[in-house]
């Protein structure tokens, strides 16, 4: 259970994404208005700073939760988060670089992103939405493996070397060990 809560390393399917992005989005809201609630009836006797300190936490934890659930889908999808994730983020932040420096490249005169950056973020998040789960696929570093190996992958192992091993499994063959 709290795998998926805490864990980068779990495996999140489309649906299980859906639905969790939806209950992240219905959560954020429900906290969004309580803190808002809350630091109005505060506001007048407070410092901006200790209004917005709440808020800039609030923020984060969401941001946070949606990268999770974002690292989770991609690891079910077979990417690599740890590749995906600050790839995406670049992306983004080279854009909306583009889009302040050179204005004609924005997408409108009042957006602070290109068209490029708006596809780049529209394809990821299809992916995230629609592309099919890759649960045959090895996880990654740092899990098991919870099905016993194949025939072809348990005799190249024990004949040969990790690397014939691997040629074996992705060649569906017997790698043999060769004397030249």
Known sequence: M???????NARLGRLQY???????ALVSVVMIVVV???LAALAPQTSAL?????????IGLCLV???????MRFRDIGWDPVCVIPAWIAV???DYVIAGRFPEYAATSSHHGTWVGALVNLGLSVALLFFPSGADD???SGATVSRPPSASLRTARGTGSA???RLARITGGEAERRGY
Do not use: K
């Open 65 to 71: 939760a949606n990268l999770m659930l974002q690292a």
């Open 92 to 94: 983004m932040v080279l």
């Open 50 to 58: 200790t209004v917005s300190l709440p808020i800039m936490v609030l």
């Open 2 to 8: 709290l795998g998926f809560i805490f864990g980068f």
């Open 18 to 24: 859906f639905l969790a992005s939806l209950g992240l």
């Open 163 to 165: 690397t014939e091993a």
């Open 138 to 140: 090895p996880p990654s």
């Open 36 to 38: 808002a609630v809350g």
